[in-house]
Structures are given as C-alpha cells and as structure tokens.
C-alpha cells in the first residue's frame, strides 16, 4: 500500500511460502522495497499439534523451523520479489537504529545461535550477531553453552550519534549461577569487556522484549 494510498491501491507481490515473525526494517529504494526480515521456511512448532508432541522441543529446531536472516527486493515497476539470504546461521529477534526505522539502514543486530550449536537441552540463542549490510561482514560475540541470549537492543550515545555509535542491551542466562545479568556493550565493538554487567536475582525469560526511552522523551510524555 502506498504511504499515501488506501484499499483500492494495495497490490500484492508473490514469493517463496516462508513465515516472518519479526522484520529488522525496511524501506523505499526508488523502484523498489527493501525489506530484512528473520524468515522461517516453515513453522511446524506453531502448530496446533506441536504442544501435545513430546518432541516439539526438538522439533523446532529441525532444519526449516530457524529464522535466517533475508532480504527481500519488491519491484514495484515490473512486479515480483528476489529473496536475497544476508546470514547462513540461524537467529531472531532482530533490531536496528531506530532513528533508522522506514529509512536505509546499515547496521543490524540480533539473537543467533552459538558456534555450539543447537540441541534440545540448549538455549536456542547463545549469541549476539552484529551484521555490517554495507560491507557485508557479520560480528558474532558467543557467550558459550547453556548461556541463553535474548534481543539484543541498540541505544545511541546521544540524540546526534552516527548509525552504530551507541551501546547494545541485551539480557544474558548465566548457567552457572541459574540467572541473568543485563549486559551493557559497546555496539562498535561487541567483543570487547562489557561497558557494564547488573547481576540479576533469578533469570528472565527467553523471549522478553523490551525497549529503550530516553529520560527526556519520557518526563515529556509524563507532563514534567
């Protein structure tokens, strides 16, 4: 649908069946869309039979039930959609600058797989991913087995930082202590010593979202 568009100027563009839970971000390219997303080839552990299977747990691991990161090309000219795959391994919950949200981006981050792997008795994220999508290099930050990753979120430095020049948060499980640690790092370097580590009291669950609002947007929104 064009920004400025209503029902009667939706099209609609065929691809590969797939499923998307979450985008990174998208944006207008002159004759095209350019949308990154986390795409499944299949999603069988949403089904309404996986809760009564006993192997569900494994089965969502199964080749075709992770999220890889793609990029999909609308032509809006000559119609149809070129699926382009950014990453090799599997991961989710993807974010951006969000002062980059509908606008070319350059830099994404999301939770992956470690180098270890997955099996039914892991985290299914063991990893940070940082993706450079101009140079095309992945940056991989493992916090070894058993040690679960949730989304990772960026935080400029200031309301004027360049794309990438921030910090990206992230909740980490620490096996050995049976808890998490909210984790501070510096997005230009996500594999260097923590800007800052918070021990937490027990563990927060695999999947929680959160988001980042600056003291002066939030006093704004509150009236003071």
Not at 159 to 174: M, N, P
Request: net charge negative; with cysteine; proline share 7%.
């Amino acid at each position: 649908m064009p920004r400025s568009g209503g029902n009667a100027d939706v099209r609609w563009f065929a691809t590969g069946a797939c499923y998307v839970f979450h985008p990174l971000n998208a944006y207008s390219d002159p004759a095209e869309l350019v949308l990154d997303v986390a795409r499944y080839d299949e999603l069988s552990f949403m089904s309404p039979d996986a809760p009564e299977e006993r192997s569900s747990r494994s089965t969502s691991r199964r080749e075709g039930n992770v999220a890889r990161l793609h990029r999909w090309r609308v032509d809006l000219a000559r119609g149809g959609v070129r699926a382009e795959p950014l990453d090799d391994g599997d991961g989710e919950f993807p974010r951006i600058d969000e002062r980059r949200l509908g606008r070319r981006h350059r830099f994404g981050y999301l939770a992956a797989t470690g180098p270890e792997g997955n099996d039914t008795l892991q985290p299914v994220f063991t990893a940070l991913r940082k993706y450079d999508l101009e140079r095309r290099t992945i940056e991989t930050r493992a916090f070894g087995r058993g040690n679960g990753v949730g989304e990772p979120l960026f935080v400029p430095r200031h309301r004027d930082a360049e794309e990438d020049d921030g910090y990206l948060l992230s909740f980490v499980y620490d096996a050995a202590r049976n808890a998490s640690d909210f984790l501070i790092l510096d997005a230009r370097n996500i594999n260097d010593e923590p800007i800052a580590r918070v021990p937490l009291p027990h563990r927060v669950p695999y999947g929680f979202h959160g988001n980042w609002v600056p003291e002066r947007e939030s006093s704004d929104r509150d009236g003071r």
